[in-house]
């Protein structure tokens, strides 16, 4: 029951990010803080570059520059452009982590995708969902650590792993179990609103709870976006192999 209200839910949520301009835009940015946007061009004023934002796009920023819909930023502060060339396919993310490696060999990809579909029929979630979950968190690397603190496939916080009974989270069946867990605690938690969920997975329930919806964050906004964009990819990709 609940992997058909996910994946109508996810549909739904595909047409309003696709009205919104943010997945359509033409270059994607990573500032020097870390934050990434996109934005349909550029202009450089002086030492300063307006990034001018999709027309619906919303930025923590100051009323003027909303009003406006850029953010200026010094030229020096955008450490990274990428071109977005099709937008049926998945914004590369530029995070990236150290690693940790011990002496267990790295699963392979089909190993990945079984333990996906154990956990996710486990829990009556979609394993497309769970990997592109996956892949918005860590990009696949078994042995990821964030700046947070966050660490393996799913990207759990050693809180969050704990209470998700995981012993090792760089064991990717017990990351990608606990992960789990806790993406189904939270579509329990709103009712199976999967944007909330997905939120909440990223920023956190508190976030959510205080807002009373998708935090104001861009980083939370584009990581809900990203992971939605990549979980429609991936069934269209399936449609196409049906049809043939």
Known sequence: MRRNLLQRGL????????????????EH????NGFELDCVR????GNKVRLYLPEKATVASDSANNAANYLEVSADAIVRVETVADVSQPIATSKTF???????????????????????????????????????????QVGAV??????????????????????????????????????????TR????????????????????????IPPYRETKEYVARVIREFNRRKQMELVAQSR
């Open 11 to 26: 549909v739904m949520l595909a047409v309003v990010w696709t009205v919104c301009p943010l997945i359509h835009a033409m």
């Open 29 to 32: 940015i990573t500032l020097r």
């Open 42 to 45: 550029r202009e450089a004023i």
């Open 98 to 140: 150290p690693t940790i490696t011990d002496s267990t060999s790295a699963p392979t990809k089909a190993e990945i995708h079984e333990m996906l579909a154990h956990s996710g029929a486990s829990h009556d979630i979609d394993a497309d969902l769970l990997a592109s979950v996956m892949k918005a968190e860590s990009g696949g």
């Open 146 to 187: 964030s700046r947070t603190g966050a660490r393996g496939l799913m990207q759990l916080m050693p809180a969050t792993a704990s209470e998700m009974g995981v012993q090792d989270a760089f064991r990717p069946d017990q990351n990608i179990a606990g992960g789990t867990a806790y993406l189904d605690q939270l579509l």
């Open 190 to 213: 709103y009712r199976d609103n999967i944007a909330l969920a997905l939120a909440a997975y990223n920023a956190g329930p508190a976030a959510v709870d205080r807002y009373h919806g």
